[in-house]
């Protein structure tokens, strides 16, 4: 009995610091291939957006706002949506002295399919086409918790 209980105080002592260095020295081998591949992928299989028709929705503030500008960038002709108007119109703005050779904007709601289709039918009608569609906008609702129960 008294071996045991040695044995097992000795492998609580060594075995977490043991099992520690192992992870810090095998972890990284184990990860290496997969961010070696991922940063492969992205330096050689980058997709050329130039000319390509992208529809960013909630694009007037936050990551659809910068999505836009990264779009614009790239030199990606660019239908922004968005439900508040004048912000949006200074977004696109922006994105043209950035470099989309053309932005439209289109003031809409997400939540109400009519203007969901008037979105995609601002893209058609004035490009002929559609190669993305980045669905950005949230939607947030505000409500009591008794009228969830």
């Not at 099992?19 to 992205?42: A, E, G, N, Q, W």
């Not at 119109?89 to 203007?115: F, H, L, Q, W, Y």
């Not at 039918?121 to 950005?136: E, Q």
Request: aromatic share 8%; with cysteine; charged share 25%.
């Amino acid at each position: 009995r008294k071996t045991m209980d040695w044995i097992h105080n000795v492998l609580n002592i060594v075995a977490p610091p043991f099992i520690l260095l192992l992870l810090c020295l095998f972890l990284p081998l184990f990860r290496l291939p997969k961010l070696l591949i991922s940063f492969l992928r992205s330096f050689f299989f980058t997709e050329d957006v130039a000319g390509k028709v992208v529809v960013i929705t909630g694009a007037a503030s936050g990551i659809g706002e910068q999505l836009a500008y990264e779009y614009a960038r790239r030199r990606a002709r660019l239908v922004l949506a968005d439900i508040r108007g004048k912000t949006l119109t200074k977004v696109a703005d922006t994105c043209r002295e950035i470099g989309s050779p053309d932005t439209v904007t289109v003031t809409a709601d997400v939540t109400d399919v009519n203007d969901c289709k008037r979105i995609v039918d601002s893209a058609i009608s004035h490009f002929r086409r559609l190669d993305h569609l980045v669905s950005n906008a949230g939607i947030a609702s505000v409500s009591r918790v008794e009228e969830y129960v």
